[in-house]
C-alpha cells in the first residue's frame, strides 16, 4: 500500500507560480467523475502562493510559500463532517465527494488551514486531490509536482523506505505549516521563514564599510557570532518571533557598539557607525 505525501522546500521555490498555473489547467472547467467537480474559471485555486516581502530597504527580501490542502492523517475535514463526504482514501489522499458535498458549505470550516473553497456556481466545497484521477491512471507525481521547475515541490511514497521522500522526511527537517494543528499532515516544509536581524558596519572615521567587524547576537538561548562581509553587512537568519536580542560589534581599535533588536519583524539595523 502507499501513503503518499509532498515535502516544499520553502528556500527552492522561486515563485514562478507554474504550480498554481497547472492545478487550473487541470482542474478548471474539467471534470473528473468519482474525483472531483470542475474548479471554476475564476478564483477557487487549490494550491495558492502565499508572497512574504521582508525587512526594510536596502535589507529586503521575499519568500514565497505555496500553500494547499495537506491531507491529514487525523483531518479536522473527515472528523468534523458528519455526512460522509469528507473521506480519507487508504493512500492518504484525503477526497471531497462532489456528489455528496453537494450544498454543504459548513464543510469549507472544518479546516483550520482554510484549504477548502467554496464553489458558488456547483454549490460545492473543493480542495486539492493530489491529482488522485492521475494517480490511479499510473501517472508518478500530481501536475504541480511535475511542472515545478526548482525541485520545491517532491511527492513520493512514504511506505517505500528508498524513496526520496522517505529520505527528506526522516531528516527531520521538515514540518507541518502549523504544529499546534496536530492532524498528522502529509505536506511538509521545509525552510519557512522566521525572522532575521542585520544591518551594515561603517567605519566612522573614513567613511568605509568595516568588513571583517566581529558581530556576536545574544539572546534567551545563548550566543552567535559572525562577521560583517566585503559590503560591511551581516545577518542572523531564522529567529524565532518576539524575542528581544543584544547585538554587539566589535572591530580593532575602534569603540564595541550594542544594540537591541526585538523579532516582532524582520529587523534591519540600519548602518551601525564604529568610532575610535
Ligand atoms: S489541510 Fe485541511 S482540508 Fe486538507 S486534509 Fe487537513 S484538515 Fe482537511
Ligand atoms: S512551481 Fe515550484 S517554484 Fe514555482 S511557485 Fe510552485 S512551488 Fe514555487
Given amino acids: 500500500m502507499s501513503r503518499y505525501a509532498i515535502a516544499i522546500d520553502v528556500n ?15 482542474f478548471a472547467g474539467n471534470n473528473y467523475p468519482g474525483y472531483s467537480a470542475p474548479q471554476p474559471m475564476s478564483g477557487g485555486n487549490w494550491i495558492t502562493i502565499k508572497e512574504i516581502e521582508r525587512g526594510s530597504f536596502p535589507h529586503v527580501k521575499v519568500n514565497y510559500v505555496p500553500l494547499t490542502c495537506s491531507h491529514c492523517d487525523s483531518a479536522n475535514c473527515v472528523k468534523l463532517d458528519q455526512t460522509g463526504a469528507v473521506y480519507r482514501r487508504p493512500d492518504g489522499i484525503v477526497m471531497i465527494d462532489p456528489e455528496k458535498a453537494k450544498g454543504n458549505k459548513a464543510i469549507v470550516n472544518t479546516c483550520p488551514y482554510r484549504r477548502i473553497e467554496w464553489n458558488e456556481e456547483l454549490q460545492l466545497p473543493q480542495k486539492c486531490t493530489m491529482c488522485a484521477h492521475l494517480l490511479d491512471k499510473g501517472e508518478r507525481e500530481p501536475r504541480c509536482v511535475e511542472t515545478c521547475p526548482s525541485g520545491a515541490l517532491v511527492f513520493g511514497d512514504l511506505d517505500d ?5 522517505s529520505k527528506l522526511y526522516a531528516s527531520g527537517n521538515y514540518a507541518p505549516l502549523n504544529p499546534d494543528y496536530d492532524m498528522g499532515e502529509k505536506v511538509l516544509y521545509k525552510d519557512v521563514p522566521k525572522k532575521f536581524v542585520a544591518g551594515t558596519v561603517i567605519y566612522s572615521d573614513i567613511d568605509e564599510v568595516a568588513s571583517g567587524a566581529k558581530v556576536t547576537l545574544t539572546g534567551p538561548d545563548g550566543e552567535m557570532t559572525t562577521v560583517a562581509n ?30 537591541t533588536a526585538k523579532t516582532s519583524k524582520d529587523v534591519y539595523l540600519g548602518e551601525i557607525m564604529l568610532f575610535k
Fill in 230 to 259: 566585503g559590503f560591511g553587512d551581516f545577518e542572523f537568519e531564522g529567529l524565532p518571533d518576539n524575542v528581544t536580542y543584544t547585538v554587539q560589534i566589535e572591530a580593532p581599535g575602534y569603540q564595541k557598539v550594542t544594540l
Fill in 12 to 26: 527552492k521555490c522561486v515563485g514562478c507560480y507554474n504550480c498554481f498555473l497547472t492545478c487550473r489547467d487541470e
Fill in 161 to 165: 523506505p528508498e524513496s526520496e521522500i
